[in-house]
Every structure is written in C-alpha cells, then in structure tokens.
C-alpha cells in the first residue's frame, strides 16, 4: 500500500454539519473530531490491508469489472468511502467486533478491505469472505458515522458481487430461492426433512432443524385478499404480515389484526404479498431480492389506506427504507406494529379496557432494525407497558444465522446470559421481531411479541373474542 490508504485530510468540509447517532452536530464540530482521530488514522498507514486480509487466496478472480462495480452503484460510492476519516465510529458499537475485537471484522476494516478489492490492491480471498460474511447486518454502524457513510450499503454490494466465489452458500442459495418462490411448499419440505430419523440427513442439516421443523404450523395468515373490519370503518389501513408472522407465527399477525379491527379499522390483507427480499439481499441475490420488491411496491404502493403495518421491523425496514436502493422508491407508508401502536395509544384512541396491572417479569429486547433501521425510541411504550430495559442491549445474531452460524451463535449466547439472568427463569423477554424470538427461543429463553402484550394489556376483548372463536 502505498503511502497511506484514506487521509485525514480530505474528509471534511469546512462547516458542513453531519449526524452522530441521530443528532446533527456542527461542522465545527466535526472538524474537530477529524482532528481528534488523526492518530488513530495513522494506525492504518502501512501496509494495514495485507495484515486485515488473512487467508488463503482463492485462486480465482472476479468477474470482468466486479470490482470497479463494488463501488460504483450504492449512492455516491467511491466517492462517499473517500470520506471516510477512519474515525472508529462505526466500529465503537459493532457487535461481531466486540466479540471479535478484530479490525478486520469491524464495519470500517470491511470498508478498507472492499476499497482494496475495488482499487485492484487486493485479491478476493477466502478471508476476505469470511469478514464479508461474519456481519450481522444490524445497522448500528449506519447510524454511528458522522459523515453520512452506511457501511452496510457496501457490505451488501460486497456480497452481491462476490457470491459467485462464496461456494460455501450456494446450497443455501439455492434452497432460499427455491422456497421463497414456493413458500408453502418449501415450508412443508422442512418439515418433512426435519422429521426424518436417518442419521446422514442429521449431519447435512443445520443445527437445530428439527425443533424449528416441528414447529412449523400447519395454518398460515395471509394468502387471499382479505378486507376485515366494522361496516362503518373508522380508518383503513394494511397489513404487510412478512413471511415469520404468514407462515410461523400467524398467532402475532392474527393478534395485530384482531386489535386493529377493535380500534374501529378495516384491515386490508392483500392477495400476493411475497418476502420483503431481506434474506435474499443478505446472501448476495439482488436481482432476485429486487423482483420481490417491485412485486410487494405493486401490491402495496396503490392501496388507499393510512399506513402499512408489519409486526416486523425487518420487513418495516426493508420495504420503507431499502426498497429506494433496490427498486428506486420505497413503501412510504410502512411502519412497524410497535410503532403505530404507541402512536395511537399517546393520541389517545386506546380502548379504554381494564389496563391490569402486570405481575409478570417483562425484560425488553430491542429489535436491531427497530432502533438503528426505523429509529424508533421504544422507551415510552415500555413505560405504558411495565417492561423493564435490559440496560445492556444488543444483537441477538439473527442476521448472522444464514451467513456466519458460529458468529451467530456466539452472539445468542450473550443474549442468553443477560436474558437468563435477568428474567431469573421465570419472567418472559418481549421483544417486536418475530425474527428475533425464534434467534432467542434456539437460546431456551421464553418469549413474548409486544403485539401480544399490547393485547393482554390493553385489548382483552379481542382476546376474548378470539377464545369465543
Ligand atoms: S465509515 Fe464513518 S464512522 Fe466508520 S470510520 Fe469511516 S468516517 Fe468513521
Ligand atoms: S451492520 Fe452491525 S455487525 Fe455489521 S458491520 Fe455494522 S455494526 Fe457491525
């Protein structure tokens, strides 16, 4: 590397203001912060890339133009990375670099190795995916940069680019894309894989398959255009159920729905709703990811409705914010359950019912596309709740299952430890991801979605209503 990777000094300009952590702060500020990190800038001088990049050379090159690609497509690209003042910022926080504590496997080492491969100073190595892959995809590092870099908008232009060298996910690929084209079917496959006794299906089947197998249900949410609701509605709104609450959990889209209709809404279930597509981003299938976006943008994009609710975040996020980089425009209305339930209870049309005191223990678990994808502050809606912040929040590895199994497992297991010893084995931990109930049930920790406690609390006569069914 020669004479230094990134300087310092271009990465600010005078007075312009940035964002840390949803605050703006001057350029003055900021200024003073790029001088602050000049040492540590000198850190990365020095040939850094060949001691970030351990691991054997693939023996293969990229396609013709992949890494002039790598950097050209996500907004302002090359451009943006030349910004980076390699102020740690981003790393503070990363959650697979507080276990690792590894630069290489931060988000601001990922961005030096990807500038490397797109700079051609660098091959593709089997290290180099190992880093690519280990991300958690949490978006802590997005909302942590003070001059407006989103790491993880390079993190995936990486994987997409590089998916044709990652042979160690190509059965996966293959089988996500096989039963996101076929959801019923492909969950019934599970099911029978995952009940087969014979011991060489056990060994080629992820850990812990079977459990997740058998509880897959048979009935699921979703399916055909469904209008439910009053004759006189007092509001129209949707329901973007995701796949986990369509096909694993139709309990939780089914309590969202039940309260919906007792607030006086017509709820609108549409016909044709596919994947958010954020599993399929997540291993490098864009293309593919993209068609289920504009097919979702179709399906939701014309409804008439007040706003489009998922009782998941990551689908929250997916269609709102990340649809704009896959298909040039988002679900503008989309919003997460957690969310617009809290908005509704503060304005103060909450059914006025009961509101029993908890006894429970309730330890909350924040959803990492909750907080850092729709910026949401649960804080009040856990104080209208009686649900007790951990203190010590972060990533339960859902977002590592697919890519990096043993990453994600030594990131449930911390999760674990704080969950365990918080609730004391009795109490539940709430959490608004169905995703991440699933991650922490693997874990032995018993769960709850807020849906459900925002019903218990607060809409006992749908549950009635649903016990009467
Ligand atoms: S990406 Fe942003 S937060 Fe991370 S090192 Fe670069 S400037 Fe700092
Ligand atoms: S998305 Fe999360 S795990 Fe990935 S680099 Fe950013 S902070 Fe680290």
Redesign the pocket.
């Known amino acids: 590397m020669a004479g230094g990777i990134w300087t310092a000094g271009r990465v600010m300009k005078k007075n312009s203001p940035g964002v840390i952590a949803g605050r703006t702060i001057s350029g003055k500020a900021i200024a003073g912060r790029a001088r602050a990190v000049a040492a540590t800038v000198r850190e990365f001088e020095g040939g850094l890339l060949g001691k970030l990049l351990e691991g054997n050379s693939m023996g293969r090159d990229l396609e013709p133009g992949a890494g002039q690609r790598l950097l050209a497509k996500p907004a302002g690209g090359k451009a943006a990375l030349e910004n980076c003042a390699r102020c740690g910022s981003?790393?503070a926080?990363?959650?697979?670099?507080e276990i690792t504590r590894n630069e290489a496997f931060?988000?601001r080492g990922?961005l030096m190795l990807l500038k490397g491969l797109a700079e051609g100073e660098i091959p593709p190595t089997m290290g180099l995916l190992k880093r690519l892959w280990?991300?958690?995809?949490?978006?802590?590092?997005?909302v942590?940069c003070p001059v407006g870099i989103r790491?993880?908008t390079f993190?995936y232009r990486g994987r997409e680019e590089l998916r044709k060298l990652d042979t160690e996910r190509l059965l996966l690929r293959t089988a996500l894309r096989m039963s996101l084209r076929q959801p019923v079917l492909g969950l019934r496959a599970a099911r029978f894989l995952g009940g087969l006794r014979y011991g060489f299906v056990k060994k080629v089947l992820p850990a812990g398959f079977s459990d997740f197998a058998a509880r897959i249900p048979e009935r699921r949410l979703g399916g055909e255009m469904q209008v439910i609701g009053p004759r006189k509605p007092a509001g129209r709104v949707a329901v973007f159920a995701g796949c986990t609450a369509n096909y694993l959990m139709p309990e939780t889209g089914e309590a969202l729905v039940a309260m919906l209709v007792s607030m006086g809404y017509e709820v609108v279930m549409p016909r044709g709703e596919v994947c958010c597509g954020m599993p399929l981003k997540s291993l490098g299938l864009v293309r593919e990811a993209e068609r289920f976006a504009a097919k979702n943008i179709e399906i939701f994009g014309k409804l008439n409705v007040e706003a489009v609710i998922s009782p998941c975040p990551t689908c929250a996020d997916m269609i709102k914010n990340r649809y704009p980089e896959l298909a040039g425009v988002g679900i503008e209305k989309a919003t997460d359950s957690a969310m617009f339930f809290l908005k509704k209870l503060a304005e103060g049309g909450r059914p006025d019912a009961g509101q029993r005191p908890f006894t429970d223990l309730m330890v909350w678990h924040e959803p990492?596309h909750l907080k850092h994808g729709l910026g949401f502050n649960a804080g009040p809606l856990l104080d209208l709740l009686g649900i007790e912040r951990p203190g010590d929040e972060g990533?339960c590895g859902l977002?590592?299952y697919l890519t990096d199994r043993g990453m994600s497992e030594e990131l449930l297991s911390r999760r674990v430890g704080v969950y365990s010893r918080l609730t004391k084995g009795t109490g539940r931990v709430v959490t608004s991801c169905p995703g991440c109930r699933i991650q922490l049930e693997r874990g032995g920790i018993k769960t709850a979605h807020i849906l459900e406690v925002i019903e218990e609390r607060f809409f006992p006569s749908a549950l009635q209503q649903e016990a009467a069914k």
């Open positions: 981003c790393k926080r990363c959650p697979v670099y931060s988000p990922r280990s991300c958690a995809l949490c978006g802590q590092c997005d942590s790491p993880t993190i990492c990533c977002g590592a």
